[in-house]
């Protein structure tokens, strides 16, 4: 009872893929990953643009001292004119400028959205991962409070929510949304990691010692990452909009500039009828356009779990 | 003779145990998905459990590994009452009883590299520091026939070949410098060409290291090649067992017969010959070589 | 005239920018009505790319890049939309591997039949659910199922059962070539022989052209009459089933046929191939598997062997085809 080889066992060195020359240890794990996400998710044509519009955003935000011609809040100019030399998308009705404020407002709809949807997919990210890995009671109970949260409407419960809480300030909004919009995420994350959990992998990590934490953390969660980016993106595009739908409706800081606001002022102050067309079409293009930067990023985004595309 | 630089290695003793599911829904009923079953593996020695999909040998594999527990009977490894393992004591058992798994594409994490996979069982169990590790980590990719063990250490899975990440799943069973080794159809899921190789690297390990095989098939032929008794299970039930060859040579049982049929043999099957669909005479069979090429 | 004849079939995608693979590289193929023929390979052999190309079904980003497929008279290779669907109903059909799989699980096995008999009818033919009903019963008896299981749902049978309900469906529309993609990996042994021996004897009742893909060579053995064994998108060898167990084939044919062995042998050895096949976004130059062959010479690194004779049948290497050669010229000498 002998096996016989042709030739002795060793298999010749892979002569299947190319191979990427040698890892660079010095520079640290999760930088370099970082660094391939980026370039993974420059390589993809909507993703790119996503980015780019991002990138002017933000530095539209960074730099809004410099780029915005007056202050957002000086009452300086003549009220209700239309787009002009000196107001390029003409004044409100407290003679403020509204170009001015369309720069400045890009720093609450960047900081709501990021920071809202940052927490939002936090707390669906770390309940999905228990949920999802270990059922049981935990899973039972959580699972039906995310249900709950789940099918109340969103609006009306940060509506009620914003205007029960005494602040009226940035860090509201943002409680209230990433309170309102963590329950999708968690959903997902759950039933993907069920569905990981089942595969081999992961029994195999246990087999070889490896702790409930480290299973979850850095078995079963780099295998989700373009699940918890796309919804990261998609919870900061929600949270961009509820941000301004809850300044629209006066449930915000009147007295912040954001793009949200304007679009509250132009309401109160009949907007359309005074001619100043600019003044409602501006923000809410703002708006959309930061929406559709994220959701473009969204797209490139799958790469990212997929080592495949990981060497180029 | 096999090199066993091991004294007291523990046997897996498999006493009449049985796996029962209650099916819950329109038709309740229980199903006995193994049987009473029995057996023992002794140091050093390599047992096939064979049977084909729903014979029960994959829930005997998970009870065995600690996955699952036993609805009756008893599972002991020396002095360990497998069935009664919680976390931690499984844990350990790991660092005894390690398993080789059938897919080598799922059974390894697709963003770690080969040298990830098989430093964690080494850093795990064996508490070496992290340039230690890596050493023995450069042993084990060697032994596996994964040379040189540099150039296969950072590669990720997609970068191998279905046999290569076989070898990478063996040589992190290996990690832990395990006893018994649970083999479930490490080879079903290559190519014929690969399997050869992987086989006798696993007859090869049994040999240097000591250690014990547990072989779960459905391929006749590879039990044949790696065990030296093999059971036959059907339907949760051993229905024969002895030393291999002497049941592939003379099987009693029908069930034994029917799979040896099936063994679609490509010197049988050319000269006409379709096995099952004529009334086989075992006995003619056996004693006699085999026909073709290949055997003697 | 043949039922198949295709020339210069070439499959190539690009899974990512600027790399080709080229999974099916200049294959030549002929069918006769009512052969019944096993395509052999390995994992990337090109086998079920092949299986897929000469039925029209190869899914993006896979293309046909070139040759032409002559089925009936009609180059196939050439058509698309409707004309190819309209080609389909009374031409060739496909099983899949899984075809277990390939059964829409939300709908009973009778309304599946249903789908498949209205949408190709032809006038004059009887699609009521009475209709339907029949032929369906007819077709599942064929492949030696009971009438009952159209009301049933493909999570409520057997993988076995699936796959021949999958190959009832094939038979549906009569064709006159069926290509089964692997039918028989996902299943137990026993009941892979129970299913295998079911497709040769509807192919010996039918008369229909029957390719059978597999990567195990005893199956294909056992129920084929010709076997075509393919190697890095190439068929290597092409001979009658009978003899591909004895005297000397292609390297690759012999060193495969070399891992199989009788486990209830005295003795049993097998052997097995090393090293892997070569990248096929790289351009080949001289026989690809010069590099693992026990008997390659420097010619095989250089050219690439065409598929030359080999008695009976054919087979692309160099060292054999001289061999041939000589022993033809001594046999007219002698």
Known sequence: MTILTAVPPPEAPGTAAPVPTGTAQAIPGPLRFIGRALRTLWSNGKARTGIIVLGLIIVVAIFAPLLAPHSPSATSFTPYKGPSGTNLLGTTGNGQDVFSQLIYGSRISLIVGVLAGAAATFVAVTLGLITGYRPGVVDEVLGFITNLVLVIPGIPLMIILAAYLQGRSVWTIVLVVAFTSWATGARVIRSQTSTLRTREFVTSAVFSGERLLRVVFREILPNMTSLVAASFFAAATAAVLAEASLEFLGLGNPATVSWGTILYAAQQQNALLTGQWAMVLAPGLAIVLLMVSFTLINFGVDALSNPRLREK | ?296 | MALLEARGVNVAYEPNRGQRIWSVRDVDVVLEQGEFVGLVGESGCGKTTLGYALTRMLPPPARLTGGSIVFDGVDIASLSGEQLRRQRRNGFALVLQSGMNALNPVRSIGKQFGDVLKAHARPGDDVSGEGIRRRGAELLESVRLDGGVLSRFPHELSGGMRQRVSIALALALQPRMIVFDEPTTALDVIVQQAVIQTIKDLQAERGFTAVLISHDLGVVLEATDRVMVMYAGRIVEDQPARVMAHGRHHPYTEALLSCYGDPRADVVEIGGIPGSPPDLSQPNRGCSFAPRCPVAEDICRSADPPLSALAPGRAACHVRARAGQVEMEASHAG
Do not use: C, W
């Open chain 2, 1 to 296: 003779m096999p090199v066993n630089d091991r004294t007291n290695v523990p046997a897996l003793t498999v006493s009449g145990v049985s796996k029962v599911y209650h099916v819950r829904g329109r038709d309740r009923k229980t199903v006995a998905a193994v049987n009473d079953v029995s057996f023992t593996v002794a140091p050093g020695a390599a047992v096939g459990l064979v049977g084909a999909s729903g014979s029960g040998k994959s829930t005997l594999a998970k009870m065995i590994t600690g996955s699952e527990r036993p609805t009756g009977g008893e599972i002991t490894f020396g002095e360990v009452a497998v069935g009664r393992l919680r976390a931690g004591g499984l844990r350990r058992y790991h660092h005894q009883v390690q398993m080789v798994f059938q897919d080598p594409y799922g059974a390894l994490n697709p963003l770690h590299t080969v040298e990830y996979t098989v430093m964690r069982p080494v850093q795990n169990f064996l508490g070496l520091s992290a340039a230690h590790a890596r050493e023995r980590v450069a042993e084990l990719l060697e032994t596996v026939g994964l040379t040189p063990a540099s150039q296969f250490a950072p590669k990720l899975p997609h970068q191998l070949s279905g046999g290569q990440r076989q070898r990478v799943l063996i040589a992190r069973a290996l990690g832990s410098d395990p006893e018994l080794i649970v083999a479930d159809e490490p080879v079903s899921m290559l190519d014929v060409s690969l399997r050869a190789g992987v086989l006798k690297l696993l007859a090869e390990l049994r040999r240097q290291r000591g250690l014990s095989l547990l072989y779960i098939t459905h391929d006749l032929l590879s039990a044949r090649l790696v065990t030296d008794e093999i059971l036959v299970l059907n339907s949760g039930q051993v229905v024969e067992r002895g030393p291999t060859k002497q049941v592939l040579q003379h099987p009693q049982h029908g069930y034994t017969i029917q799979l040896l049929d099936a063994v679609a043999n490509p010197f049988v099957a050319s000269r006409g010959g379709l096995g099952g669909s004529a009334p086989h005479d075992s006995a003619a069979q056996a004693g006699s070589p085999a026909n073709g090429r290949g055997s003697k």
